[in-house]
């Protein structure tokens, strides 16, 4: 196990949220086998946080950050020595032992990325174990086996982690973090975990350590409804077109987008129509992203094949950063 870890909480007008999952985190770091740090990662709050923080939490450091979202962590990584870093949304509570397991999956030579088995606050399954879907030429996760209600308790490879996410340092860097093209948010989590297996490094699923997320608690008021749609549909395209080159995804990729925008049309979807805009607005962006990727270890039907049978039959698909919820899948696929 690595001697030293820092935890970074990403934090944005959560003063509220920290009140409440702070302390776990704080309590979970002091009690783990390495030295752990703990650092909030401010992003231009305006409620206090920073005060809140400097009052009740001395130990904890602060980083003022602009506000870039998950990106503001790229600087943050940067700035630490220690080789794994935990990065957690500021409305995360971690169980006793969570560092200590995530920590310990890293201890892998070729494990980039660690994700812990995830709660909703009233103790209903959230993840994160996922698989990888292709599906009318979009890519997506799918969370398993959520349909049943059951939590995923067997360890493995898993494509992707949100909330709550372990990893190697010098991996994430050289992966160059996450990626802006997707400001202010969603699909970044998914893009990162695609590039490292690309890479040819693993993430793995941890299921002793728990973690209790409440969902979208800062992200969600501003970008949900019709906002929502236009920003899941503008990144759902931009990450094909930074991340598919195998001809045949491509040529799938092509095809239904040829279906999707006719019947955007005739449908009267202006929600989705608008993500479109914004997604051409930006493909200038996702051409250079695209040639910038290091080279790849693994194909993409590697990956499809290594991670797109990890959910169990009948799992429903999570609605979580880089996921498709069912509401949302219908509408990709449309």
């Known amino acids: 196990m690595p001697d030293r870890v820092h935890i970074l909480v990403l934090n944005h007008n959560g003063r509220s949220l920290l009140e409440r999952c702070l302390p776990s985190v704080?309590?979970?770091?002091?009690?783990?086998?390495p030295t752990c740090r703990v650092t909030v990662v401010d992003n231009a709050s305006r409620d206090g946080s920073i005060a809140f923080v400097a009052r009740c939490f001395p130990g904890v450091g602060v980083m003022r950050m602009p506000n870039r979202g998950l990106v503001s962590l790229n600087d943050a990584?940067?700035?630490?020595?220690e080789p794994v870093v935990l990065l957690l949304n500021n409305d995360v509570r971690l169980a006793p032992g969570c560092v200590d397991a995530l920590a310990a999956a890293l201890d892998a030579p070729d494990c980039f990325l660690a994700g812990p088995l995830c709660f909703a606050p009233d103790g209903?399954?959230?993840?994160?174990?996922?698989?990888l879907c292709f599906r009318r030429g979009l890519v997506h996760t799918r969370l398993a086996p959520a349909a049943a209600g059951r939590a995923e308790t067997v360890a493995g490879p898993t494509a992707s982690a949100g909330a709550?996410?372990?990893?190697?340092?010098?991996?994430?860097?050289?992966?160059?973090?996450?990626?802006?093209?997707?400001?202010?948010?969603?699909?970044?989590?998914?893009?990162?975990?695609?590039?490292?297996?690309?890479?040819?490094?693993?993430a793995c699923y941890v299921p002793v350590a728990v973690a209790y997320h409440e969902g979208s608690a800062t992200f969600g008021p501003r970008y949900a409804g019709r906002h929502g749609v236009r920003l899941d549909t503008r990144n759902a395209l931009l990450f094909a077109w930074k991340n598919l080159r195998?001809?045949?995804?491509?040529?799938?990729?092509?095809?239904?987008?040829?279906?999707?925008l006719l019947r955007?049309?005739?449908t009267g979807q202006g929600d989705v129509l608008l993500g479109w805009a914004a997604a051409l607005a930006r493909l200038s962006q996702a051409r250079e992203r695209r040639a910038a990727c290091a080279g790849r270890v693994r194909s993409e039907r590697q990956l499809f094949e290594m991670l797109g049978s990890l959910a169990a039959a009948g799992s429903t698909v999570s609605g979580r950063t880089g996921a498709?919820?069912?509401?949302e899948e219908r509408r990709l696929a449309a």
């Open 77 to 81: 990584v940067r700035r630490i020595p």
């Open 264 to 266: 955007a049309i005739l």
């Open 124 to 131: 209903r399954y959230e993840g994160t174990r996922s698989e």
């Open 246 to 260: 195998e001809p045949r995804h491509v040529g799938l990729h092509l095809a239904f987008l040829a279906l999707r």
């Open 324 to 327: 498709c919820s069912a509401r």
């Open 164 to 202: 709550v996410l372990a990893v190697s340092r010098a991996k994430f860097l050289a992966l160059g973090g996450f990626d802006p093209l997707f400001l202010p948010g969603r699909f970044e989590d998914l893009d990162l975990a695609f590039r490292g297996w690309l890479a040819g490094w693993t």
């Open 26 to 33: 704080v309590e979970c770091a002091r009690a783990c086998r």
